[in-house]
């Protein structure tokens, strides 16, 4: 049963990761087809662009939320490949357990620099 | 007493290459799984330079940023769009049937039969699509932006 709540969730956060990235995507390129059309935006790489966003509650709630739902996707379908690599169980639960670890250690550091920052704005 | 346990995995990732009478649909799937590992590390690269380069305040994020504005990198990203744009559509796909849509109608297998790639011709064609509208993309921004 467990293996089936994972696998609705891998489909669930798959298909809010494509939304929230294609978000993330459009808003880092949208300036070269823009400029393209003669509409002058500027480069959101830039410091002064990044800060901009990095002080809009919107942003960093999108910015959070890709990264949680991206690491569980990204960490189960690691777990659901090396469920083929014919491991032991008890291999695969000492595998499991690292990997929700790691996945807490870079949810932990993916969303204090966005916090940090927003919360020095205000 | 037959066994009616579950078959073991015997071929293991081998087993993703090639393991008998493989379709289109297959290496879609093996695509779908490189493309995820290679979205995986390179969103690691992209989280430990968004955060840990950004900390440390403007020099430092702008000098990051200068250092990846060269044609190695920009091709790794259009890479990067490449490959999330065929995992994003796929994995759609795959949601949509894993929901028992657009699975079409068990037919008897009837001779002549008709081989997996002539029936998955629609899906070749929406992929090969997809690669040209990147293409494009590539080239146009290539002009605009040249190659520095």
Redesign the interface.
């Known amino acids: 049963m467990k293996n089936t709540y994972l696998q609705i969730s891998q489909?669930i956060t798959?298909?809010l990761v494509?939304i929230l990235?294609?978000i993330h995507?459009a808003a880092q390129?949208s300036y070269?087809v823009l400029?393209?059309l003669g509409i002058k935006v500027a480069d959101p790489?830039?410091?002064v662009s990044?800060m901009e966003r990095a002080h809009q509650g919107s942003w960093v709630g999108i910015y959070i939320a890709l990264?949680a739902f991206?690491l569980f996707h990204?960490?189960n379908?690691?777990r659901n490949?090396l469920l083929?690599?014919?491991l032991s169980a008890s291999a695969m639960r000492i595998l499991t357990g690292c990997l929700i670890a790691f996945g807490v250690i870079?949810l932990i550091?993916?969303t204090?620099?966005p916090i940090?920052?927003f919360s020095s704005y205000r | 007493m037959s066994d009616k346990g579950p078959h073991q995995n015997y071929l293991g990732m081998r087993g993703w290459i090639w393991a008998g009478n493989y379709k289109l649909e297959r290496y879609l799937y093996l695509l779908h799984r490189i493309t995820g590992l290679g979205l995986l590390l390179f969103g690691l690269f992209h989280l430990t330079a968004t955060t840990i380069f950004r900390a440390q305040g403007e020099a430092v994020w702008t000098s990051t940023i200068s250092f990846l504005d060269n044609p190695l990198f920009r091709v790794g990203e259009f890479l990067v769009v490449a490959a999330f744009s065929y995992h994003a559509i796929n994995g759609l796909r795959l949601i949509i049937q894993e929901l028992g849509f657009a699975l079409g109608k068990p037919v008897p297998p009837i001779y002549p039969f008709t081989d997996a790639i002539r029936r998955k011709r629609a899906w070749t064609l929406v992929i090969l699509a997809a690669i040209m509208v990147l293409a494009v993309a590539f080239f146009i921004d290539f002009t605009v932006r040249g190659w520095g």
């Open positions: 489909m798959g298909a494509a990235l294609a995507i390129q070269v400029g393209l790489t830039t410091w990044m990264l991206g990204a960490l379908g690691l490949i083929e690599t014919n870079f550091l993916g204090y620099t940090a920052l």
